[in-house]
């Protein structure tokens, strides 16, 4: 676009006003605490992160971290439980 925009005085049509969806600036520079550790990994879930990280350009710790992250808050609060594979069910009632 190399011309000027002219702007005009006509009825816009309908118009929605659209909530503010985007968080604070203050939320965007928020860190949550991290503590080192060091974790063994099979080589396969390893190698699945590094590839799946390499697809959409970031460290893959940090995708890793994410996942626990979104487990341990999933069970702490008091998602639903998946029963084990390996463990028959109780049938009660």
């Not at 000027?4 to 949550?32: A, C, H, M, N, S």
């Not at 080589?43 to 341990?72: C, E, G, V, W």
Request: aromatic share 8%; hydrophobic share 35%; net charge positive.
């Amino acid at each position: 676009m190399t011309g000027k925009i002219k702007y005009t005085d006509e009825p816009l049509g309908d118009v929605k006003v659209v909530q503010d969806f985007l968080p604070p600036p203050e939320d965007l520079v928020f860190r949550e605490d991290s503590v080192k550790v060091t974790i063994a990994l099979s080589k396969r879930s390893l190698a699945f992160f590094k590839r799946a990280a390499q697809k959409h350009n970031t460290p893959y710790q940090r995708m890793i971290r994410r996942l626990l992250d979104a487990y341990a808050a999933h069970h702490t609060s008091g998602g639903d439980r998946v029963a084990p594979k390996n463990r028959p069910r109780s049938r009660t009632g």
